[in-house]
């Protein structure tokens, strides 16, 4: 399925892993908890590696691992848990993530400029529909009362 | 009054366009009810049980004759000629259509109004006292800080989607009028042993199904970290707030749950992080309170004469005067509240025709503002000595001078059964009932100061478990029964009023409301308030007395 990133669309690349599934070759995603406990074997992977935070997940958990993780998939189980906000915020500016921050799960397009401001830089959308309304809401405001991660 | 620059003009508008295309995508299908549903919240518009209601922001408030004429016009065009000032000084229109709120919210962005933020899981309205600027007991004018606040909370991309609704007040008078204690973050202006003006901070107030006071978090911030405390208390509360359970999502549970000493460490820790990167700069401070000088007061308004011959000639007028309006820091002038507790009127209402006119008033009489207060009124803040008898005559006119500001009959009242699809009971009805059985007006001013507030539902709209007299709607096998608490306040000594006793049904409520007049006046001591006697005696004389032969 393809995803925005940065703006464009893009094919996705990504490969998400349940935690008792095997790693398949190329670039994979696991969730929080296989990343603790699996750590060891995941850093043995030959593709790029990323964890996917649920909206509960303590992301100063991650700490030290950030540079090698090349994507954060933030989930929202639904469009108003408004926790994945402070997640992305806190991934940029408290503890400077340089990787990709992707927006996935049960969320609007409607939510797109926020989560933008916070940091998201990637979208995957259950329904393809939505890539062009969210590469137009991405631009809903020309205006920003805040300071925040752009 | 603060002028919107091009920015800020901008940002409504674009608000509009995005809210338009969001409604007609909902119109057209693409757009779940439930995901609609938040999007409009935040835009202020709920569906009622008759039509959608459309809640207007004014920030902290103010507002200009011309927003005035816009809220007339907007009456006529898209409603049925009236609309509504709620508790939290905003405007309500309770019959716009849903296809025409995009229209008739950009006529709004004409004048530099919006709905934004004004219902829905996200930061609210800052609200203010209504006399910041005029009173003589303030420290320091309040509006500069609500609109910095007003700023920053304005699409505040982390926090857009919280567990709950979250509400923030600032005070800068010794008298608190704006309930600081009851909201989720209250803003005190104090100053410290050295002499320095900043904030005394609280948390963790709100009213509702679960009334609770604020504590303080803070009792000493310096001004340039306003805003990094705000995003601390907002982070700490965006993640770790319930979402479980919206009865217990306001940080009031957090704060409850943690404990305040936690909590505050909790927020302590996330500020150290952040405040050297949010200063609040001394330059931007000054530059807000530049909006908010003095009008051009008339340096000779206290050599009138006149103003003391009418108040001895004319009681109607001495009456007005005592009770609807309140001295002011400038000498020659006083504040004046305009009253929307007319007998015959729902609290809180006012006409298109009023709306206009009064905009005249603020024109002709107190600069061109006029304010909401918190407790359904409006206010003309600078009107001078020489001008009030014939302001008098042309709001009398216009039936807001019932000289009733701060008595029984200027009650805080939600709009209840007759237009909330969440009520239990009526409550502009009973409003009226106790209003037609208080028409003695000399009664009405002997009894003095008492504040009922009456909620038609457990949402509590109206405030009413900190009412001197809390008056709650509630169902009883699908009849309208009111419960009663006493004692209530949202002053400075706020505090929960005390249930008195089993609810009574509809056709009682206002005779035991006059039995609990009654035993008032039979037990107060000379000068002694409503609710100081309440304090002295305890509830059990209004017991006997509203339950007797009930
Ligand atoms: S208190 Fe209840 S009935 Fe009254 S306006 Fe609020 S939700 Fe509606």
């Known amino acids: 399925m393809p995803i925005i990133k940065n703006q464009r669309i893009l094919e996705n690349t990504w490969t998400f892993v349940e935690d008792d599934a095997p790693l398949p070759a190329g670039d994979i995603t696991v969730s929080a908890k296989r990343w603790t406990e699996d750590k060891a074997a995941l850093l043995q992977h030959t593709g790029k590696l990323g964890v996917r935070l649920a909206p509960a997940d303590n992301v100063a958990a991650l700490g030290d691992d950030l540079p090698v993780i090349k994507l954060i998939e933030l989930n929202f189980p639904a469009f108003n848990d408004g926790r994945t906000f402070s997640q992305a915020r806190l991934l940029r500016s408290r503890y400077g993530y340089q990787g990709e921050i992707r927006a996935i799960g049960n969320y609007m397009t409607d939510q797109v400029f926020y989560l933008h401001r916070v940091g998201v830089d990637s979208f995957e959308f259950n329904n393809p529909k939505d890539m062009a309304l969210a590469l137009s809401a991405i631009k809903d405001f020309t205006i920003r009362y805040q300071a925040s991660t752009r | 009054?603060?002028?919107?620059?091009?920015?800020?003009?901008?940002?409504?508008?674009?608000?509009?366009?995005?809210?338009?295309?969001?409604?007609?995508?909902?119109?057209?299908?693409?757009?779940?009810?439930?995901?609609?549903?938040?999007?409009?919240?935040?835009?202020?518009?709920?569906?009622?049980?008759?039509?959608?209601?459309?809640?207007?922001?004014?920030?902290?408030?103010?507002?200009?004759?011309?927003?005035?004429?816009?809220?007339?016009?907007?009456?006529?065009?898209?409603?049925?000629?009236?609309?509504?000032?709620?508790?939290?000084?905003?405007?309500?229109?309770?019959?716009?259509?849903?296809?025409?709120?995009?229209?008739?919210?950009?006529?709004?962005?004409?004048?530099?109004?919006?709905?934004?933020?004004?219902?829905?899981?996200?930061?609210?309205?800052?609200?203010?006292?209504?006399?910041?600027?005029?009173?003589?007991?303030?420290?320091?004018?309040?509006?500069?800080?609500?609109?910095?606040?007003?700023?920053?909370?304005?699409?505040?991309?982390?926090?857009?989607?919280?567990?709950?609704?979250?509400?923030?007040?600032?005070?800068?008078?010794?008298?608190?009028?704006?309930?600081?204690?009851?909201?989720?973050?209250?803003?005190?202006?104090?100053?410290?042993?050295?002499?320095?003006?900043?904030?005394?901070?609280?948390?963790?107030?709100?009213?509702?199904?679960?009334?609770?006071?604020?504590?303080?978090?803070?009792?000493?911030?310096?001004?340039?970290?306003?805003?990094?405390?705000?995003?601390?208390?907002?982070?700490?509360?965006?993640?770790?707030?319930?979402?479980?359970?919206?009865?217990?999502?306001?940080?009031?549970?957090?704060?409850?749950?943690?404990?305040?000493?936690?909590?505050?460490?909790?927020?302590?820790?996330?500020?150290?992080?952040?405040?050297?990167?949010?200063?609040?700069?001394?330059?931007?401070?000054?530059?807000?309170?530049?909006?908010?000088?003095?009008?051009?007061?008339?340096?000779?308004?206290?050599?009138?004469?006149?103003?003391?011959?009418?108040?001895?000639?004319?009681?109607?007028?001495?009456?007005w005067f005592k009770y609807n309006s309140v001295d002011h820091r400038i000498s020659g002038y006083r504040a004046v509240f305009v009253s929307l507790k007319a007998p015959d009127s729902p609290p809180g209402d006012i006409g298109a025709d009023q709306l206009d006119a009064l905009a005249n008033l603020a024109d002709d009489y107190s600069f061109g503002e006029v304010r909401s207060t918190h407790r359904q009124n409006l206010v003309l803040a600078d009107v001078k000595h020489a001008d009030l008898y014939s302001l008098w005559q042309r709001l009398d006119a216009l039936k807001l001078a019932t000289p009733n500001i701060g008595t029984v009959t200027d009650m805080i009242c939600c709009p209840g059964l007759d237009f909330c699809s969440l009520a239990n009971a009526g409550s502009i009805g009973v409003a009226k009932e106790i209003n037609q059985a208080l028409d003695d007006m000399d009664y009405i001013h002997d009894i003095g100061d008492i504040k009922i507030n009456m909620s038609g539902c457990m949402n509590g709209c109206a405030h009413q478990s900190v009412g001197h007299i809390g008056i709650l709607g509630v169902d009883k096998k699908g009849e309208e029964w009111y419960q009663i608490t006493l004692g209530g306040s949202s002053e400075n000594e706020a505090a929960i009023g005390d249930r008195l006793g089993p609810s009574v049904a509809k056709h009682q409520i206002t005779e035991s409301i006059t039995r609990i007049l009654d035993v008032y006046v039979q037990h107060r001591l000379e000068d002694e308030t409503f609710l100081q006697t309440v304090k002295r005696v305890g509830l059990e004389p209004f017991r006997e007395k509203v339950y007797a032969n009930h």
């Open chain 2, 1 to 319: 009054m603060y002028q919107y620059n091009e920015q800020d003009q901008t940002l409504i508008e674009e608000r509009v366009t995005q809210f338009r295309g969001q409604t007609q995508r909902f119109l057209n299908g693409e757009l779940g009810p439930d995901e609609f549903r938040a999007l409009r919240l935040m835009n202020g518009l709920y569906i009622q049980t008759h039509a959608p209601m459309l809640r207007v922001a004014v920030p902290y408030g103010l507002l200009a004759s011309r927003q005035l004429r816009m809220l007339a016009k907007v009456a006529r065009d898209y409603d049925k000629g009236y609309c509504h000032f709620t508790t939290r000084q905003n405007v309500q229109y309770n019959w716009p259509s849903l296809d025409r709120v995009p229209d008739l919210l950009a006529e709004l962005a004409t004048v530099q109004m919006h709905a934004i933020q004004t219902s829905g899981n996200c930061l609210r309205n800052t609200t203010s006292d209504h006399l910041a600027g005029v009173c003589v007991d303030e420290l320091e004018d309040p509006r500069p800080y609500c609109e910095i606040i007003r700023q920053w909370t304005t699409l505040h991309p982390e926090f857009a989607y919280l567990p709950r609704k979250f509400k923030i007040a600032v005070s800068g008078s010794e008298h608190d009028r704006a309930a600081v204690q009851l909201h989720d973050i209250g803003v005190y202006l104090v100053r410290n042993e050295t002499g320095e003006i900043g904030f005394r901070v609280l948390a963790g107030g709100g009213l509702g199904r679960t009334p609770i006071i604020g504590q303080t978090v803070k009792p000493f911030l310096e001004k340039k970290y306003l805003l990094s405390y705000l995003e601390a208390i907002l982070r700490v509360y965006n993640l770790l707030g319930r979402r479980d359970n919206k009865y217990k999502a306001r940080i009031k549970i957090l704060v409850k749950e943690t404990g305040l000493e936690k909590f505050t460490a909790l927020v302590e820790e996330e500020w150290l992080q952040i405040r050297d990167d949010m200063l609040l700069g001394e330059d931007r401070i000054a530059a807000m309170q530049a909006q908010f000088t003095p009008p051009a007061y008339e340096s000779n308004a206290n050599s009138d004469t006149g103003l003391a011959q009418r108040l001895t000639d004319d009681a109607a007028f001495a009456k």
